[in-house]
């Protein structure tokens, strides 16, 4: 059966850190994948999407960068976390056709 | 503007049905339209996806006008655990351009 994996669950960074969250999928080949960021109380906002290894596409100009080095590895990063970073991170994988799975999520507070 | 419309919020009690509608007026010709559930601090969760005309699955019905710019997700006999949001996500076009639109979200709150 399909699974996705997303660690950590919780984290706290300071303002000017790093940042590398990382997902990753078993049970499928190929699979389209996802990050979204969800703000409290808020909708989902998809940040970057993967059709294959090495093809990132972003959706929303920011202070993020996602990448796919394997095809069940997507990873989102930052070089310098901004206070607006904070939210809950959730990744996703969807074959075409089918709706989406989504991992647990990482709920990152930026302080 | 591309964009899906529910309501904010919603109250019910144990025992009863709900249903949530969803405007999507720019919905593309040939797109699913899909509902998620989502608990605190967890990722949603698929119910159910339709095209048009009703779908039926263990947990949930949804129904879609001919016209498909609006669909309801209809909760049979809720329960607490039912307490969630609930979002539609669907395809639209704008200037030819295809994007997944997902909606604001409803919390449904089930009372006792």
């Known amino acids: 059966s399909q699974t996705i994996h997303q660690w950590p669950a919780t984290l706290v960074q300071p303002v000017g850190s790093p940042l590398s969250l990382e997902c990753t999928v078993e049970?499928?080949?190929?699979?389209?994948l996802y990050w979204y960021r969800q703000a409290a109380g808020r909708g989902l906002q998809l940040l970057f999407y993967?059709?294959?290894?090495?093809?990132i596409s972003s959706e929303v100009p920011q202070n993020l960068s996602a990448s796919r080095p394997q095809d069940r590895q997507f990873i989102l990063s930052s070089k310098k976390l901004l206070l607006s970073d904070s939210g809950f991170y959730l990744c996703?994988?969807?074959?075409?056709?089918?709706?989406?799975?989504f991992g647990s999520g990482t709920r990152l507070t930026v302080v | 503007l591309a964009k899906t419309t529910q309501p904010i919020s919603m109250d019910s009690y144990e025992g009863q049905e709900v249903n949530i509608t969803c405007s999507h007026n720019?919905?593309?010709?040939?797109?699913?339209i899909t509902w998620y559930q989502q608990f605190p601090s967890q990722g949603p969760r698929f119910i159910i996806q339709?095209?048009?005309?009703?779908v039926t699955n263990e947990v949930a019905s949804l129904f879609i006008p001919a016209d498909r710019k609006s669909s309801t997700l209809s909760l049979p006999r809720v329960s607490l655990s039912d307490t969630a949001v609930y979002y539609c996500?669907?395809?639209?076009?704008?200037?030819?351009?295809?994007?997944?639109?997902w909606g604001a979200g409803t919390k449904l709150i089930i009372k006792p």
């Open positions: 720019n919905i593309a010709t040939n797109d699913y």
């Open positions: 339709g095209y048009k005309t009703k």
């Open positions: 996703a994988w969807s074959v075409a056709g089918d709706g989406y799975t």
């Open positions: 996500l669907v395809g639209a076009l704008l200037d030819s351009n295809y994007q997944l639109i």
């Open positions: 049970g499928t080949s190929n699979p389209n």
């Open positions: 993967s059709i294959g290894i090495d093809q």
